[in-house]
C-alpha cells in the first residue's frame, strides 16, 4: 500500500515562506537537542554469525550518516520512525566534527559497516545520510566497494554535483571537497561499472546549501538511481519531516513505487510533495 500526500495548494511566495519558518524551528529545535548527540551511542549487543537463521526474516540494519559539524541528534525522529515494529536493528555513525577528508570518513566508515554485519548477522546493511553524510555513504559504496555491503544507500539533501554555497568558507578542506570542481566531485563522476546498491536520492527545492539546487540529484550512468523531489521544506527539515521520513522508511522497505504500484525505473525521478504545497501528491 502507498502513502497519498495531497495538500491543498498554496501560492509558490507562501510555501517558500512557510519552509523558511520551518527551517528556523528545526534549527531551534536541533539546537537544544545538539548536546544528547556529541557522545557514541552505545551499540547494542548481538549474536554475530550465530544469529543468522534468528534474523534472517528481519529487514537490513540501518546506518545512520549525520551531516557537516552535526551530530547523531539530528535522526532523533527519523531512529524511531524506522526501528518501529523491531523489524530493523537502527543505528547511527557520528564521524568526528574535526575530519578534514570524507574518504577517510569513508574508510571508517567501512570498518563501522563490517562491525555491524558481524553483530547483527546480516550481510548486507542500509545507509541513510543527511548533507554531507550521503556524500561519505556514497564515496564508500561507489569508490571503496561498499557496494559488496551496502544494499540501499538513501541521501537526503546531499550535494553530489558539488554546491557552490558559502564560497567564504573555503578555508576548510571538507567544504572545498565539496566544490563541483573537486578532486573528490571528480572521482565520483568516474566510471562506476556494475554497481550493487540502490541509490535514492531526496532532494529540496527550497535547500538553501545546494547551489544549484538540483546538485543533490544522482545522475550517474552506472548508478542505480532514483531522485525524489520534495517541495515545501528545506535542507534541514529534510531528516526530521514526517512525509520525508515515511517516504524513506517505505524506500529500505522495497522500490518507490508510482501512483499505479509498478517500481520506479532505474534513473526515474518523482516528486513528494508535503503538506501545504500545491499539487497532487505523490505514492511512495
Known amino acids: 500500500m502507498g502513502l497519498t500526500i495531497a495538500p491543498l495548494p498554496v501560492p509558490r511566495s507562501g510555501a517558500a515562506l512557510r519552509a523558511a519558518f520551518l527551517e528556523a524551528v528545526v534549527l531551534a529545535g536541533h539546537v537544544l537537542l545538539y548536546p544528547s548527540g556529541v557522545r557514541e551511542e552505545r551499540r547494542e549487543g548481538g549474536e554475530g554469525r550465530a ?10 540494519p540501518v546506518l545512520l550518516l549525520h551531516g557537516f559539524t552535526d551530530n547523531r541528534s539530528v535522526f532523533v525522529l527519523l531512529r524511531r520512525a524506522l526501528g518501529a515494529g523491531g523489524l530493523r536493528r537502527v543505528e547511527t555513525y557520528n564521524y568526528s566534527p574535526l575530519t578534514l577528508d570524507l574518504r577517510v570518513t569513508a574508510r571508517h566508515l567501512a570498518r563501522r559497516v563490517e562491525e555491524l554485519c558481524e553483530r547483527s548477522g546480516q550481510d548486507r546493511v542500509d545507509l541513510v545520510g543527511h548533507s554531507l553524510g550521503g556524500l561519505v555513504g556514497r564515496y564508500y559504496v561507489q569508490r571503496l566497494g561498499g557496494d559488496a555491503r551496502v544494499r540501499t ?3 537526503l539533501g546531499t550535494p553530489h554535483g558539488g ?3 558559502a564560497p567564504f568558507m573555503d578555508a576548510h578542506p571538507l567544504v572545498r571537497q565539496m566544490r563541483p570542481d573537486s578532486p573528490v566531485m571528480a572521482e565520483l563522476r568516474a566510471p562506476a561499472p556494475g554497481c550493487r546498491t540502490r541509490c535514492v536520492a531526496f532532494w529540496s ?6 547551489a544549484p539546487t538540483g546538485t543533490a540529484r544522482i545522475d550517474h550512468p552506472d548508478l542505480d538511481a532514483t531522485n525524489v523531489e520534495v517541495t515545501g521544506i528545506g535542507h534541514l527539515a529534510l531528516p526530521v519531516h514526517p512525509a520525508v521520513i515515511t517516504a524513506v522508511r517505505r524506500a529500505l522497505d522495497g522500490p518507490v513505487r508510482d501512483a ?3 517500481g520506479v525505473a532505474e534513473g526515474a525521478v518523482r516528486k ?4 501545504g504545497t500545491e499539487g ?3 505514492v511512495v
Open 51 to 60: 544469529g543468522d537463521r534468528a534474523g534472517a526474516g528481519q529487514l537490513p
Open 153 to 155: 544507500l538513501v541521501t
Open 163 to 165: 554546491t557552490r554555497v
Open 205 to 210: 527545492e527550497f535547500d538553501a546549501l545546494m
Open 260 to 262: 499505479e504500484g509498478a
Open 272 to 275: 513528494l510533495r508535503t503538506a
Open 280 to 282: 497532487e501528491g505523490m
